[in-house]
Each structure stands twice: as structure tokens, then as C-alpha cells.
């Protein structure tokens, strides 16, 4: 697993294009344009399992979905971030993304640290430090866990038949 951090402000357009709005749309056609402005390693390097930490207002610009597709094609465990624009924070909810908002551990981190998550339990562990993030909510794992909030839903209603 690898920790990719970077800075505040990191809007939509920096996490995929502008330019590829009308022309991807899958998640096969937005993975090689993640990142590719901000960090031009990062599509062809991130692995399943990998964590994103950032600082303040991540997320924020355009309402386009195409970044949250993209993060949760790729496998991204869970962004960590001292905070999140709130269209994005509502767009990764629906497509089952994990966010965490933990001040302290982003600014915590330094290359090469260890890290764990503890999404029940509302703990990171970094290099034996442990940073307390309120416990996400039972339906938000399941969410996740299921693919996204239509894959959820789905599911809910093929219990209830």
C-alpha cells in the first residue's frame, strides 16, 4: 500500500480534467487521466489499497463525477483530508469512496511512515501514533462495501423481496 499526500485545495479539475469531460466517461477511460496535471505518476503507479491523504477543501470545483469514478476504480482505500468540498464529499458517498476527515494525521504523515486504518473503530495509526476520526456511519461502510448507493440499494431491495 502507498500513501499519496498532497496540499490543500486540490480541486476536480486537478484530480482528472476538465478537458475529458464529454469524451470519458467510464471508469477505463477516466483511469489513465487521473492526476495526470498534478501528479503525472500517479495513474500508472496507484495500486488497489492505496490512501490519499490532502489537506483543506479536497474536492472542491466542478460537480463532475468522473474523479470519484476514477479514485474508486483505481481501488483507493479512503482519502484522508482536513477537509472536503461538500458536492464531492455527497458525489463519494453515492459512488462508495471512502473520506475521513483527520487534521491531525495529514499533518502527521511523513513519507515513509507506516499507516493503518481502522474504519470501524475511527482510528489511523501512523507509525505507532493513533489519530481518532469520528466513527464512520453503519450504512456509509455498507455503502461503500456494496459499490456505491445504487449497488446498495440494490441490494436492500433484492433482501426485502
Known amino acids: 500500500m502507498k500513501v499519496w499526500k498532497y496540499g490543500d485545495n486540490i480541486n476536480t479539475d486537478m484530480l482528472f480534467p476538465g478537458k475529458y469531460t464529454y469524451t470519458c466517461s467510464t471508469p477505463i477511460e477516466i483511469k489513465p487521466h487521473l492526476l495526470e ?5 500517479f495513474a500508472n503507479a496507484v495500486k488497489e489499497g492505496d490512501i490519499i491523504l490532502a489537506g483543506k477543501n479536497f474536492g472542491c470545483g466542478s460537480s463532475r463525477e468522473q474523479p470519484v469514478v ?20 455527497r458525489s463519494s458517498i453515492n459512488q462508495g469512496l471512502l473520506l475521513i476527515e483527520c487534521p491531525q494525521a495529514v499533518k502527521a504523515y511523513s513519507d515513509g511512515d507506516n ?5 470501524e473503530g475511527g482510528k489511523i495509526n501512523i507509525s505507532r501514533k493513533i489519530f481518532s476520526f469520528p466513527k464512520l456511519p453503519k450504512e ?3 455503502i461503500s462495501k456494496a459499490g456505491g448507493l445504487l449497488e446498495y440499494t440494490r441490494e436492500k431491495l433484492k433482501k426485502k423481496k
Open 37 to 41: 496535471d498534478l501528479d503525472p505518476s
Open 140 to 142: 456509509i461502510l455498507a
Open 115 to 119: 499507516i493503518s486504518l481502522d474504519l
Open 70 to 89: 476514477g479514485l474508486k476504480a483505481v481501488g483507493i482505500k479512503a482519502v484522508v483530508a482536513e477537509s472536503y468540498a461538500r458536492i464531492f464529499y
